[in-house]
């Protein structure tokens, strides 16, 4: 922060050309906080930007060429100390051939990544004008984006320099992840017969062993048994939404960094609104009210008594009574105080956590995307179509809670967390008593 406060447009070049160049410096970090110095006035944002896309490009060309002229020479002598031989360099030079492109691009946005991308880059000899059109688009849009975002959120930088580091972070993991799948996938076709001679002989020695407990793991994966596949993605369900709802809720009631999150976030979003972004969210949110809501529980309850759907209307009624009563009693356990100025469109105040419009609407559209894709539409494209439909509403009626400024980024996730729960509950037990055999049904 010293250096960039003191030398300015020079601290920014030198860090982010050193970084590209394939020294791991936190040339992401300077560059935010050069942003967020423009937005105190101290600095230029076009600057600043123009200063970082010409040291993260000038630096990656410069890494490009070394790795070019020297990187081959350097593996041929110690490559045995590094692991590193002809034959892996061969194996970089494929990938880059594939996908040089895209990892020249996208290496700009990713650490260690963004270190290393040019100089594997020249010492997989991938052509030159290639590389240089995607490092100077991937330059200018990362030095766009994080310039910009420093910029906007300048006066909470610790904590945004925090969160761009996670994400980071988390791509980095991604991306390893990725890797090792693709060498983990290289490696099962190279010795897939002995894998699956190996995996054959351990699952019928396990079988002879544990004759029940065998015949109980193939059921819970079996599409077709009672209590199978689908409450075991049920259960799946339940225990991610689970663990996202109870972190974000440790977070709300110890006042940890998310919290703080929430409020730049609502305050950054309602001095960029507008009275008519206000009149459209106003209508998009209604859709996901507790009055919508009450109707749309009604309608398709009245359709599936006529049509007497016994079982149906039984998971109908406990989904939408259930995400109300779930609603209630969280906000009155957490019972977490509204944004500020968040009475201008509430008609009557109640406690934030969770939104009960990410909760309610998630459940009562799921739950009518579920009865009528299982019931009435018979094409995979059809269910598709409609799931897609249904996840873009409830997003955008969580979108308006935030936009209008009546709910926390928090609250929303919450509610979707809880909804997902809840949901995926209904659903798992409605298909377990479906697909319960008749002996049993017979006995109830």
Same mark, same amino acid.
């Given at each position: 922060?010293?250096?960039? !406060?003191?030398?300015?447009? !020079? ?7 050193? !970084? ?69 360099? !061969? ?45 100077? @688009? ?228 799921? @739950? ?23 996840? @873009? ?52």
């Amino acid at each position: 922060m010293r250096l960039v !406060e003191s030398y300015g447009y !020079e601290v920014v070049f030198l860090f982010v050309a050193i !970084e590209s160049l394939g020294v791991p410096l936190p040339g992401e970090t300077v560059l935010v906080t050069a942003g967020a110095m423009a937005a105190l006035g101290h600095l230029s944002i076009w600057w600043v930007i123009a200063t970082a896309a010409l040291g993260g490009i000038s630096g990656d060309a410069a890494g490009y060429w070394i790795g070019r002229l020297g990187g081959v020479a350097l593996i041929k002598r110690y490559g045995r100390v590094l692991h590193f031989d002809e034959a892996k360099l !061969e194996r970089v030079r494929g990938f880059f051939s594939r996908h040089g492109a895209k990892t020249v691009f996208l290496g700009r946005f990713i650490a260690l990544l963004r270190t290393w991308a040019a100089l594997l880059a020249g010492a997989a000899e991938m052509p030159y004008g290639v590389f240089t059109l995607y490092n100077v @688009m991937g330059g200018i849009t990362w030095a766009t984006l994080f310039g910009a975002l420093g910029y906007i959120f300048g006066r909470s930088l610790p904590l945004l320099e925090r969160y761009i580091g996670q994400a980071s972070l988390a791509l980095v993991l991604l991306v390893a992840l990725i890797v090792a799948l693709m060498l983990a996938w290289g490696w099962f076709n190279a010795n897939r017969s002995v894998v699956t001679e190996g995996a054959s002989r351990y699952w019928n020695a396990f079988r002879t062993r544990h004759p029940g407990l065998s015949r109980f793991v193939v059921a819970r994966f079996a599409s077709e048994e009672y209590l199978g596949l689908h409450l075991t993605i049920g259960f799946l369900l339940s225990l991610v939404a689970l663990w996202i709802f109870a972190g974000v809720t440790e977070d709300v009631i110890h006042h940890d960094p998310l919290t703080k999150f929430d409020l730049t976030l609502s305050t950054w979003i309602r001095a960029h609104s507008t009275p008519l972004g206000d009149r459209i969210f106003v209508v998009v949110s209604a859709l996901g009210s507790p009055a919508a809501m009450a109707a749309v529980g009604g309608a398709g309850a009245l359709v599936l008594l006529v049509r007497r759907k016994w079982l149906i209307l039984t998971a109908w009624i406990a989904a939408f009574a259930g995400a109300g009563l779930l609603t209630l009693v969280l906000k009155n356990i957490i019972q977490r105080p509204r944004p500020v100025d968040a009475s201008q469109f509430l008609y009557g105040m109640t406690f934030s956590f969770p939104s009960g419009h990410a909760l309610g609407s998630l459940v009562g559209y799921g @739950m009518l995307a579920y009865v009528v894709g299982s019931t009435w539409v018979k094409s995979v494209r059809g269910r598709v179509r409609l799931g897609i439909g249904t996840a @873009m509403l409830v997003l955008a009626i969580g979108i308006s809670r935030l936009y209008l400024g009546v709910h926390y980024f928090s609250d929303v996730v919450a509610g979707y967390a809880v909804g997902i729960l809840w949901l995926s509950a209904c659903i798992s037990g409605l298909q377990a008593v479906q697909r319960r055999p008749l002996s049993t049904s017979s006995s109830l």
